[in-house]
């Protein structure tokens, strides 16, 4: 059984910064792709971001580039998402995702297990 234990998020400023945590257990991760998505109020469930467990590939959507940086840490089986200058259209709830395949995805229809998510808030 796959567990996804998002953590770290928070009320906080524009401009300001966040680190949220992934958590995996329940399999070997070195052959999945790690995503983080986010799901605005009244809107659908959009990428953010994903990293190739094994080889470290990492894919972001273009709202979030040179801002956002995910990384993972193997020792810990952890997935992190650094969010540097915050803005109010970040605000969301975060979900973090795992795809049993090396094979990058976008859609969230192509993740197969998902955390329960943490929410971001960031205020002007």
């Known amino acids: 059984q796959v567990q996804l234990v998002e953590s770290g998020g928070g009320v906080v400023q524009s401009g300001d910064s966040l680190r949220l945590s992934c958590a995996a257990s329940?399999?070997?991760?070195?052959?999945?792709?790690m995503g983080w998505f986010r799901q605005a109020p009244g809107k659908e469930r959009e990428f953010v971001t994903a990293i190739n467990w094994s080889e470290g590939s990492t894919y972001y959507a273009d709202s979030v580039k040179g801002r956002f940086t995910i990384s993972r840490d193997n020792a810990k089986n952890t997935v992190y998402l650094q969010l540097n200058s915050l803005k109010p259209e970040d605000t969301a709830v975060y979900y973090c995702?795992?795809?049993?395949?090396?094979?990058?995805?976008?859609?969230?229809?192509?993740?197969?297990?998902w955390g329960q998510g943490t929410q971001v808030t960031v205020s002007s």
């Open positions: 329940g399999r070997t991760f070195s052959r999945y792709v």
């Open positions: 995702a795992a795809r049993n395949s090396r094979g990058m995805a976008v859609r969230s229809s192509e993740y197969d297990y």
